[in-house]
């Protein structure tokens, strides 16, 4: 017996009711929350930055540094906003519009950010040195992490792994978004980033990532969930990508707390929190935040992205800067406060106006294409 013949009803049948779509403010609001976690593992947790930054040992922090030690889990609900979001932004859309989307969401505001934080560690190199201009320029492209090279700010390693989600994910929308493709692509993703994990093929591993593959994999069923709702096959592989995400989470717990913490993490809470992600995303996902919809949300959601890109390097030489001018909670809200404003003003200087036209161009050079003018008279005579 096949696979697909035991869905519980027939594909075409489900695919043709689906959820409308629309959407989902409390997604913009989860976004900020995990942004927020891993700027407090910065701020108070990593003990190489707290250091730094602050001056102090992290342990000076008490029971708040033990709890910002768990903030890099922030990452791993954004992999699964991202699995979400992302196939339920581009179902119906062709590849090039797909990747059109893609260049437009990610690079304008990244590019700022490279610029405006290289431009900071120049002026004030007091807890990080600038990187060198040819690295600098490599970093506009996004593609330092596969070539081996530093990032301007360390938060960017987690774009190339974004980078590899899409790569993989536009094989799918080429051949066509359904439920039947979907979702036997995330089983074979799944099971194909387990079979890699312990080969010796480094490029297998990379394009696959199996430390990371179950939380992109769980984004993208809970999507399908919200769309079509639940069935067997989804629950099933919801449940497996939730296993395995605890198992990589605890590995990845002792590896972070022997490299950048000065205690050791615990696998319960990490469990626990990873546990908490899975749930609030399925209620989202089962339609029962659908009345949510405050604007406040939705403008928490705009400005995830740019606060991500620069409140590493940046916070920790605003803090350096106040750190003997006020009590640290004061200097650690200002903060958060001063990077949030300079999140808003990336992207309503830079992000909006830089993705208008970057968007325009590409869509006429993707038009022009299409246009036979622009081929050889031969080929035209083909056609």
């Not at 250091?51 to 992290?58: C, L």
């Not at 590849?95 to 560690?121: C, E, K, M, N, Q």
């Not at 974004?162 to 993703?189: K, P």
């Not at 750190?323 to 990077?339: E, G, N, Y």
Request: glycine share 8%.
């Amino acid at each position: 017996m096949s696979l697909v013949t035991v869905v519980p009803e027939p594909v075409a049948e489900r695919e043709v009711r689906p959820r409308p779509a629309g959407r989902l403010a409390v997604i913009d609001g989860l976004r900020l929350m995990a942004a927020l976690m891993v700027a407090l593992y910065h701020y108070a947790g990593y003990a190489s930055g707290v250091h730094d930054a602050w001056g102090v040992e992290s342990s000076t922090f008490g029971w708040v540094h033990h709890v910002a030690g768990y903030g890099f889990l922030g990452v791993q609900l954004f992999f699964i906003i991202s699995g979400f979001v992302i196939c339920m932004s581009c179902w119906g859309r062709t590849p090039s519009a797909f990747l059109r989307s893609r260049i437009t969401r990610l690079y304008p505001a990244y590019w700022g950010a490279v610029l405006l934080t290289t431009a900071v560690l120049t002026l004030w190199p007091t807890v990080r040195e600038p990187q060198d201009g040819n690295v600098v320029l490599l970093n506009l492209t996004m593609l330092e992490h596969p070539l081996g090279q530093p990032e301007v700010d360390g938060v960017y390693w987690t774009l190339w792994n974004e980078a590899l989600f899409y790569l993989l994910f536009t094989g799918l929308v080429w051949r066509g978004l359904t439920l039947r493709r979907t979702t036997l692509f995330c089983y074979g993703w799944l099971i194909s980033s387990v079979v890699v994990a312990n080969s010796d093929s480094d490029l297998l591993r990379t394009i696959l990532q199996p430390d990371f593959a179950p939380f992109f994999v769980a984004g993208i069923t809970l999507y399908l969930i919200h769309r079509f709702g639940p069935d067997t096959l989804l629950w099933g592989l919801l449940g497996t990508s939730f296993l395995l995400a605890q198992y990589w989470t605890v590995g990845r717990m002792v590896s972070v707390s022997k490299k950048e913490l000065d205690f050791q993490l615990s696998p319960v809470i990490g469990i626990l929190l990873i546990t908490a992600f899975f749930a609030v995303m399925t209620v989202i996902a089962l339609g029962w935040t659908a009345r949510v919809r405050w604007r406040w949300l939705t403008t928490a959601g705009l400005l995830t992205y740019p606060f991500y890109l620069l409140h590493e390097c940046i916070g920790w030489t605003l803090i350096h800067a106040l750190r003997h001018s006020a009590p640290r909670p004061v200097v650690f809200l200002a903060t958060l406060v001063a990077m949030l404003g300079a999140a808003w003003l990336l992207h309503r200087l830079v992000e909006r106006p830089v993705a208008r036209v970057l968007r325009r161009n590409l869509d006429k050079a993707v038009a022009a294409l299409d246009r036979p003018e622009r081929m050889p008279a031969a080929v035209v005579a083909q056609r």
